[in-house]
């Protein structure tokens, strides 16, 4: 399987400041036949499901704030929150679709400092 | 509104069956658009895909699981069915069924509110 390792575990940053978070992954998720990352963001905010946010490593869903962004390619990934906004505290996870089956990262939880 | 719920036991005792129901709203799981997955998550813990159903195609199972899950469907009721036997302590967790959109990834864009399910005897 496709290990995922997303780092740090954990971070606290200010209201307004940039959360940044990666996502390693153990082999390459880029095919290269279509140039297109197989990887996905998820925010988990407690007590509910996965949310998606990114799909193919930068494609942001519809209705999630243009504060979230997804770049990166081959086996590392970074998922940005520009500005941080106190609704964004949650748990992030990155997920490979590349090779089955599916996998995720480990998470890392976004607190407010 | 796609909508999905899912429902079942919330307690299984060990080396017994684990038998969950989603039903979808809003969608039909006999659409050649759509296919369908359930994913776990321990308590605390990270997410971990278990399988998933395409509908007249096939059905994907996780290796890690051994064999023991088997993912079927109940068209006339638009309901999904997740089994996983001989269950131990360890498969305690939030069980949830999603949807996948997208025929080329399999990433998940409607989830379910999920359902603990706990193994004790």
């Known amino acids: 399987d496709i290990v995922l390792t997303q780092s740090p575990d954990s971070l606290a940053v200010s209201l307004g400041e940039r959360a940044t978070i990666n996502c390693k992954s153990s082999?390459?998720?880029?095919?290269?036949?279509?140039?297109?990352?197989?990887l996905a963001w998820y925010q988990q905010k407690p007590g509910q499901p996965p949310k998606l946010l990114i799909s193919?490593?930068?494609a942001r869903e519809s209705g999630v704030p243009d504060r979230f962004s997804g770049s990166g390619s081959g086996t590392d990934f970074t998922l940005t929150i520009s500005s941080l906004q106190a609704e964004d505290v949650a748990v992030y996870y990155c997920?490979?679709?590349?090779?089955?089956?599916?996998?995720f990262g480990q998470g890392t939880r976004v607190e407010i400092k | 509104q796609l909508q999905l719920q899912e429902s079942g036991p919330r307690l299984v005792k060990p080396s017994e069956t684990l038998s969950l129901t989603c039903t979808v709203s809003?969608?039909?799981?006999?659409?050649?658009?759509?296919?369908w997955g359930w994913i776990r998550q321990p308590p605390g813990k990270g997410l971990e895909w278990l399988g998933a159903f395409y509908y007249s195609v096939s059905t994907d199972y996780n290796p890690s699981l051994m064999g023991r899950v088997t993912i079927s469907a109940d068209t006339s009721k638009n309901q999904l069915s997740l089994s996983l036997t001989s269950v131990t302590a360890s498969d305690t967790a939030v069980y949830y069924c999603?949807?996948?959109?997208?025929?080329?990834?399999?990433?998940?864009?409607?989830w379910g509110q999920g359902t603990l399910v706990t193994v004790s005897s």
């Open positions: 809003g969608a039909s799981i006999t659409s050649n658009s759509y296919f």
């Open positions: 997920q490979q679709y590349y090779r089955a089956p599916p996998t």
């Open positions: 193919w490593a930068s």
């Open positions: 082999q390459s998720v880029l095919y290269s036949s279509n140039n297109k990352n197989y």
């Open positions: 999603a949807r996948r959109r997208d025929a080329y990834g399999q990433f998940f864009d409607y």
